[in-house]
């Protein structure tokens, strides 16, 4: 069965490249897809990340039009309290997020969907990740890297904003984008590692 990567995420890319380490022939196609990725009124936090992962891949399995396909699909966003911050759109917005993560814990919930013309198979992975206080001068000098502007929450455990994490409680892999324990679960189940 070939397998696609529905995303146009670099970092997922490569945490799923890793999943291959001692599978012969393991090779995935990649692709982007274009869904709506606003939430609906009153839906919860998980419920949403779950929706986004699923409508991805199966974005992604109607664009490939084959029937020997498996298409991953997945959704990061970060959750202060009941609020769902998604990537920034403005540096001002980057701003409002990195205050409201200073000196308190939030939730990353990722969530990932595997689908092939038969079957359906779902994972959400939620880690507690704890941010040291944060100065404004040192909020504004990380926006002005670029670095927060791409990622939900506006900050990249793996890169910069990583000196600013005091703890994490869960899966590092799936704050970066994709839980690479879970993610080989649902591959094995489907026969694809
Ligand atoms: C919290 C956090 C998020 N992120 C990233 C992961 C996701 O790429 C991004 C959240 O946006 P997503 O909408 O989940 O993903 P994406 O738009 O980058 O890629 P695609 O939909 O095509 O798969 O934030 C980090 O890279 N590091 C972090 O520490």
Redesign the pocket.
């Known amino acids: 069965m070939k397998l696609v990567?529905?995303?146009?995420?670099p970092?997922?890319r490569e945490l799923l490249a890793q999943l291959g380490l001692g599978v012969a022939g393991f090779s995935f196609d990649v692709l982007?897809?274009d869904?709506d990725?606003s939430a609906r009124e009153g839906e919860l936090a998980a419920d949403f990340?779950t929706r986004?992962?699923l409508q991805?891949a199966q974005a992604g399995l109607a664009l490939v039009a084959d029937n020997s396909a498996a298409v991953l699909?997945?959704?990061?966003?970060?959750v202060v309290g009941e609020r769902v911050l998604?990537?920034p759109q403005t540096a001002q917005d980057a701003f409002t997020m990195l205050r409201s993560l200073s000196g308190a814990t939030h939730r990353?919930m990722?969530a990932v969907a595997l689908v092939s013309a038969t079957q359906m198979l779902q994972t959400l992975v939620t880690t507690d990740?704890t941010f040291t206080e944060m100065t404004d001068a040192q909020i504004h000098a990380y926006i002005a890297t670029g670095e927060p502007m791409?990622?939900?929450?506006a900050?990249?455990?793996?890169?910069l904003?990583?000196s600013f994490v005091s703890r994490i409680d869960g899966s590092y892999s799936a704050?970066?984008?994709l839980p690479l324990v879970e993610t080989r679960s649902l591959l094995q189940q489907m026969q694809l590692v």
Do not use: P
Request: charged content about 20%.
């Open positions: 990567l529905a995303s146009a995420s970092r997922r982007a897809t869904i990725e990340v986004l992962a991805k699909g997945s959704d990061t966003i970060v998604g990537k990353v990722t990740v791409d990622k939900a929450g900050y990249g455990i793996q890169g904003g990583g704050v970066v984008g």
